[in-house]
């Protein structure tokens, strides 16, 4: 029998919005992917060129590209390539990312060994600074400020985050998630868009049973900020938004009381603050426009 035949298929999904470059780099760096049973959907979320033509004389190994007629954002637009891939496990990846040979191995491991585990990620590192860590797992976020930290960010690795383990959320980034998580508890929350879905997802996985694994043997190298630029007003915008929605979703009576205090009296004055010194003023529209959408429109 075919090695193929005997390993689970993998569906690797990416979005590609205007970086048709960056995703090409991505797909370079999986043609030195060791596993041999997978596929690759790069699903386009309406770039101003059409990127088939230039994936496509690529001849990158068992990519096929798809097309959205709108931006779906990042949130709806994998579960758009979820819906349409035909895998037992799906790898939800950034396109600015270069994958590693063993990464698909690595990652599947743990599920082989733990039935409670939904979702495995990798050891997350900086392409600009390949020894520095971005994500070695997350810390547990704090519901009354809704704010968590990657644990190991911007750390030298030295292998002092080398034992794989448990953790508290899985990074949007790069997670692997078998089939049956999905079936039983959904995919992406849509109406996040960008940012927080993958807490938010995290939360209802973990509330079902299911355990987050972080497998430091499996690396791979992000490219970071590089979809929607450091200082842009997408990215004002929806972190923003969306710190405020995954409370208001996910947060009891009281932690909503309290996080309702403390973004009210410190949050909202400094970050406004911050925008009028720094003579921002597209940013701060973007953070007030964040937070009136939270005054109207439901959590759901």
Same mark, same amino acid.
């Given at each position: 029998?075919?090695?193929?035949?005997t390993k689970p298929k993998v569906s690797i999904i990416t979005l590609n919005w205007n970086g048709t470059d960056v995703t090409?780099?991505?797909?370079?760096?999986?043609?030195?992917?060791?596993?041999?049973?997978?596929?690759?959907?790069?699903?386009?979320?309406?770039?101003?060129?059409?990127?088939?033509?230039?994936?496509?004389?690529?001849?990158?190994?068992?990519?096929?590209?798809?097309?959205?007629?709108?931006?779906?954002?990042?949130?709806?637009?994998?579960?758009?390539?979820?819906?349409?891939?035909?895998?037992?496990?799906?790898?939800?990846?950034?396109?600015?990312?270069?994958?590693?040979?063993?990464?698909?191995?690595?990652?599947?491991?743990?599920?082989?060994?733990?039935?409670?585990? *939904?979702?495995?990620?990798?050891?997350?590192?900086?392409?600009?600074?390949?020894?520095?860590?971005?994500?070695?797992?997350?810390?547990?976020?704090?519901?009354?400020?809704? %704010?968590?930290?990657?644990? *190991?960010?911007?750390?030298?690795?030295?292998?002092?985050?080398?034992?794989?383990g448990y953790t508290n959320g899985a990074h949007g980034c790069a997670m692997m998630v078998k089939k049956e998580v999905i079936?039983?508890?959904?995919?992406?929350?849509?109406?996040?868009?960008?940012?927080?879905e993958e807490w938010d997802w995290s939360m209802r996985i973990m509330n079902a049973g299911y355990k987050i694994y972080y +497998?430091? +043997?499996?690396?791979?190298?992000?490219?970071?900020?590089?979809?929607?630029?450091?200082?842009?007003?997408?990215?004002?915008?929806?972190?923003?938004?969306? %710190?405020?929605?995954?409370?208001?979703?996910?947060?009891?009576?009281?932690?909503?009381?309290?996080?309702?205090?403390?973004?009210?009296?410190?949050?909202?004055?400094?970050?406004?603050?911050?925008?009028?010194?720094?003579?921002?003023?597209?940013?701060?529209?973007?953070?007030?426009?964040?937070?009136?959408?939270?005054?109207?429109?439901?959590?759901?």
């Amino acid at each position: 029998m075919s090695t193929v035949h005997t390993k689970p298929k993998v569906s690797i999904i990416t979005l590609n919005w205007n970086g048709t470059d960056v995703t090409c780099s991505f797909l370079e760096s999986s043609r030195n992917l060791l596993y041999p049973n997978y596929e690759i959907l790069v699903c386009d979320m309406n770039s101003l060129i059409n990127p088939q033509s230039q994936i496509n004389a690529g001849h990158y190994p068992h990519t096929k590209v798809l097309v959205s007629s709108k931006n779906l954002g990042f949130a709806a637009g994998n579960n758009w390539g979820i819906k349409q891939a035909s895998g037992d496990y799906f790898f939800i990846v950034n396109n600015d990312t270069e994958l590693t040979p063993g990464i698909i191995d690595e990652l599947l491991e743990p599920f082989y060994e733990d039935a409670s585990i *939904g979702v495995t990620c990798p050891k997350i590192k900086y392409f600009s600074h390949p020894d520095t860590i971005q994500y070695a797992g997350f810390e547990k976020m704090n519901m009354y400020t809704g %704010r968590t930290h990657s644990i *190991g960010d911007k750390q030298k690795d030295t292998g002092q985050y080398n034992t794989p383990g448990y953790t508290n959320g899985a990074h949007g980034c790069a997670m692997m998630v078998k089939k049956e998580v999905i079936e039983k508890t959904g995919m992406f929350p849509g109406t996040f868009f960008l940012y927080y879905e993958e807490w938010d997802w995290s939360m209802r996985i973990m509330n079902a049973g299911y355990k987050i694994y972080y +497998q430091p +043997q499996a690396v791979i190298y992000h490219k970071e900020s590089m979809s929607v630029g450091k200082d842009s007003t997408l990215k004002t915008y929806y972190l923003n938004r969306n %710190r405020i929605l995954f409370m208001r979703r996910n947060g009891s009576f009281p932690q909503l009381l309290i996080f309702s205090l403390f973004y009210s009296i410190f949050s909202f004055p400094k970050i406004i603050f911050h925008f009028i010194i720094q003579r921002k003023p597209a940013l701060l529209k973007a953070y007030l426009k964040a937070v009136w959408w939270n005054l109207t429109h439901k959590s759901t």
